[in-house]
């Protein structure tokens, strides 16, 4: 029987102040890096490592995009590192049937750790300066994300607040609510896989050809483009002389993941797939009962992580004949289990 008395009477309830459905907590071990397909495609954030304070104006192919900054400066592509991990929780709790929503609790170490920086003081200093940046600069664009196509203006949060800190004043718990724009991409899982080792690049255009390569080549073995439009859809502020000359730093290093780059006559960039990557074609189907019973091994890890690892590791020991695919990934996780 339902308690209908009023506040102060006997034996009625106090409100839910605190309903789960109203936010989401970061709690997935290794979750698979995720990025958004619409930043992928565009360029929205800046690259440059100097506050950057300039209204950036971009139009291609029907799509338009004003960035403003706020007196903190553009939000930068090494900050994207915290959409980056929120979209990569939310994916990874979506796909295993859990209820999420836009506004994220996280623990700051874990993302400091998830993507690949350091924990010093000054590493949560910087954490938090990318939170000001990413809710303080603004965007206005006809980008379609779930399948919507509207002009809207909005920040790429829309707030964050250290819910604790440490004896030492550090962040240990921060609540970030993301825009809607971008909620709704990951609703519409309108995301990609990125390599781990996308947060060991370095430089901001690295980062930056890295996404482009990802969204244009894909899976296919190879992609061609333009000096010209491949300067434009980076969104660097270089002269297409000196952006070539990073390009072709780019081509000597040779250490993009996932991707090479060849300079190709009529001032073309050719990007080809390596040999191994993350997302290995023809890999066998596992079945919802070997997912649980890698739930059951590794209790709090991502299963999908997991699975990526394995298909990664089966692919790089030439694709084996497999009795049963549903064997040999139980296995190979009770052999992660074991030695972690």
């Known amino acids: 029987m339902t308690d209908h008395a009023g506040p102060g009477r006997a034996g009625s309830l106090l409100p839910q102040r605190h309903p789960t459905a109203d936010f989401f907590v970061c709690d997935i071990f290794d979750a698979i890096p995720k990025d958004d397909l619409a930043t992928m495609e565009h360029p929205v954030f800046s690259l440059s490592t100097r506050p950057d304070r300039r209204i950036l104006n971009y139009s291609h192919n029907g799509t338009d995009i ?12 090494h900050d994207k590192d915290i959409l980056i991990f929120c979209i990569s929780q939310l994916m990874a709790a979506l796909n295993a049937g859990r209820a999420v929503s836009r506004t994220v609790t996280l623990k700051a170490h874990d993302l400091l750790v998830a993507t690949n920086r350091e924990t010093s003081g000054d590493a949560y200093r910087r954490l938090r300066d990318a939170f000001e940046r990413l809710a303080g600069t603004r965007i206005t664009t006809n980008m379609e994300t779930g399948g919507q196509d509207v002009t809207r203006g909005f920040g790429l949060i829309e707030g964050w607040e250290i819910v604790r800190r440490s004896r ?166 009770q052999t992660r289990a074991a030695r972690e």
């Not at 993009?256 to 993350?278: C, K, N, Q, S």
């Open 66 to 77: 004003t960035v403003v900054p706020s007196m903190r400066g553009l939000a930068t592509i």
């Open 168 to 333: 030492g004043g550090r962040m240990i718990s921060v609540t970030v609510t993301l825009s809607e724009w971008l909620y709704r991409a990951v609703l519409s899982k309108s995301v990609l896989t990125l390599s781990r080792d996308y947060f060991r690049l370095r430089k901001p255009l690295e980062r930056r050809i890295y996404e482009l390569a990802r969204k244009h080549c894909g899976r296919q073995s190879s992609w061609r483009v333009s000096v010209e439009v491949l300067l434009k859809k980076s969104g660097s502020a270089s002269p297409r002389r000196v952006f070539r000359a990073m390009l072709r730093e780019m081509i000597g290093a040779n250490h993009l993941p996932d991707y090479t780059l060849h300079e190709e006559a009529g001032d073309m960039i050719r990007f080809e797939r390596r040999d191994v990557v993350v997302e290995g074609p023809e890999a066998p189907p596992l079945s919802q009962a070997a997912l649980e019973a890698a739930r059951a091994l590794m209790p709090g890890a991502d299963v999908y992580a997991l699975e990526a690892d394995w298909r990664s590791y089966w692919a790089s020991t030439g694709r084996p004949r497999l009795r049963s695919a549903d064997a040999a990934f139980v296995g190979f996780v």
